[in-house]
């Protein structure tokens, strides 16, 4: 088992719609959270960064991560085309370097 | 300024050549990171320089070796590669101030070995 799933996707919604991506761990040490958007041929770009359990809110995104099922979540309100990208789940442990990623999401937001 | 730049973003090199990555960083983060990363697959971590001193290598083969001359600059050498090392090489830096890990990502440099 990994210590990270995502679903891969590809997902495709209508502009506008409201988007879920998730991402499942196992490891119990993992305290910061973290969701990278990465357009094609680009680097990774951080959206958000949570700190153990509760939610975040930036403008139309939204992470939250619900520590006693160890599962994180990415919504993003109103989806626009340039949304359209791949979503990175990334996380790590207290005082680790090392961060542990999802295989990542490839979004579509259809015009 | 708040960015990770690399140089060069493109590189195609053959498998007798010696070339080197370069990254820098200004915003005073005291952790670097190299990267892989093939096509639709999540960023492999290859080495992490904290306070400019090597604190992590995930078994990287020799013919990558990483330099880190000043808290801002990150080397990353390379000779003798092979066609599978083609990808996207990352570079990315941290704070390393109290636990946080928040990494901040450059674009890249897209190698291409022949």
């Known amino acids: 088992q990994k210590e990270v799933e995502q679903d891969p996707g590809p997902l495709s919604v209508p502009e506008g719609a409201i988007v879920s991506l998730n991402c499942t761990y196992s490891?119990?040490?993992?305290?910061?959270f973290m969701w990278y958007r990465q357009y094609s041929r680009k680097g990774p770009e951080l959206l958000m960064y949570?700190?153990?359990?509760g939610n975040k809110e930036d403008g139309r995104f939204t992470a939250q991560v619900d520590k006693s099922s160890k599962y994180i979540s990415l919504f993003i309100r109103d989806s626009q085309p340039s949304d359209s990208a791949t979503y990175l789940c990334?996380?790590?442990?207290?005082?680790?370097?090392?961060?542990?990623f999802g295989t990542g999401t490839r979004l579509t937001i259809i015009p | 300024d708040t960015e990770v730049t690399q140089t060069p973003k493109h590189l195609v090199m053959g498998m007798t050549n010696k070339k080197s990555l370069k990254c820098e960083q200004h915003?005073?983060?005291?952790?670097m990171y190299w990267y892989k990363q093939k096509a639709k697959k999540p960023p492999e971590l290859m080495f992490v320089?904290?306070?400019?001193?090597?604190?992590i290598n995930e078994s990287v083969p020799s013919r990558f070796s990483p330099e880190c001359p000043n808290s801002s600059l990150l080397n990353l050498h390379l000779h003798a590669l092979q066609p599978e090392d083609s990808a996207l090489y990352l570079c990315?830096?941290?704070?390393?101030?109290?636990?946080?890990?928040?990494?901040?990502f450059g674009p890249g440099t897209r190698l291409t070995v022949l």
């Open positions: 490891n119990s040490a993992f305290q910061y």
């Open positions: 915003m005073g983060h005291r952790a």
């Open positions: 949570t700190y153990s359990s």
């Open positions: 990315a830096s941290s704070t390393r101030q109290g636990a946080y890990n928040e990494q901040f």
């Open positions: 320089y904290s306070y400019e001193k090597l604190s």
């Open positions: 990334a996380m790590s442990a207290e005082g680790n370097e090392k961060l542990t």
